[in-house]
């Protein structure tokens, strides 16, 4: 029997972790059928747990003191599980379910909640290991409010696991974001479902349900988004297939 390999987490100085995060959770899951037939997303086990506590867990151990989750499809079940199975981190709820926003619409439904300081935004559906250092705290050590808007957290194209689509953003030296991925040229970095956003971009938003990545073009037009390579493990777990993947490769450490 191989023993498992256990990591010490570097200390990060002077991180000042966002207290609040708000947790994409409202989606429905459609990649994840069958599984998702009766329960949402975020209740479906990976290696042993669902997959939003996999992320509560990162947010408490890095410090954030307050997640707001938003709900939707089946949403009784998840605020169900938030209410007797969560501890450590208090967790608001924000009600989805008169009609979907999407990731945008989302933290524009949310924005009383969210507050004044700059916040940490995680989707649901994906899974990441620390590097030497926890990737949350990172990113908080490098924010800098005065030139940022969004920091995004990526991993290299060739490093996301189960991850099919070609590639996100490029990056210049200094960690600025230049530019998404154009047809025929994918780009080098995935986004991973983690950021610290300012709530300056929470701006002339569009009626109803959008995309967070209306947040991103203005801070990538105006100098102000930059990404960080996480340096630990990820998984994109959007589908029954990449849940026993991603099983794997935890269960070898």
Excluded: C
């Excluded at 990060?12 to 959770?25: H, Q």
């Excluded at 620390?130 to 490098?142: V, Y």
């Excluded at 030296?173 to 986004?191: L, M, N, Q, S």
Aim: hydrophobic share 45%.
């Amino acid at each position: 029997m191989t023993a498992k390999k256990t990591l010490a987490l570097r200390p990060v100085p002077d991180a000042r972790v966002p207290e609040t995060a708000m947790v994409m959770a409202a989606g429905l899951g459609k990649r994840m059928r069958p599984l998702t037939a009766t329960r949402p997303k975020p209740l479906i086990e990976v290696a042993g747990k669902p997959l939003i506590d996999h992320v509560l867990d990162r947010l408490r151990s890095a410090g954030v003191k307050r997640a707001i989750v938003n709900v939707h499809y089946l949403a009784d079940a998840l605020e169900a599980h938030l209410r007797n199975r969560v501890k450590g981190i208090e967790v608001v709820v924000s009600d989805e379910r008169a009609r979907l926003m999407e990731t945008g619409g989302g933290i524009v439904q949310a924005r009383d909640l969210i507050g004044d300081a700059p916040f940490v935004v995680v989707n649901s559906d994906n899974l990441w290991v620390d590097g030497p250092s926890d990737a949350i705290r990172l990113l908080a050590a490098q924010w800098d409010d005065a030139r940022m808007d969004a920091l995004l957290l990526m991993v290299p194209l060739a490093r996301a696991n189960n991850h099919v689509g070609q590639g996100d953003f490029r990056l210049a030296p200094d960690g600025r974001i230049t530019g998404w991925r154009t047809p025929g040229k994918p780009a080098p970095f995935v986004y991973t479902g983690v950021q610290i956003l300012s709530p300056r971009v929470i701006r002339d938003w569009p009626e109803g349900a959008f995309s967070t990545r209306l947040f991103w073009e203005r801070a990538i037009e105006e100098g102000r988004a930059y990404g960080m390579v996480h340096q630990g493990l990820w998984f994109d777990v959007g589908s029954p297939a990449a849940i026993g993947k991603t099983e794997a490769i935890l269960a070898d450490g």
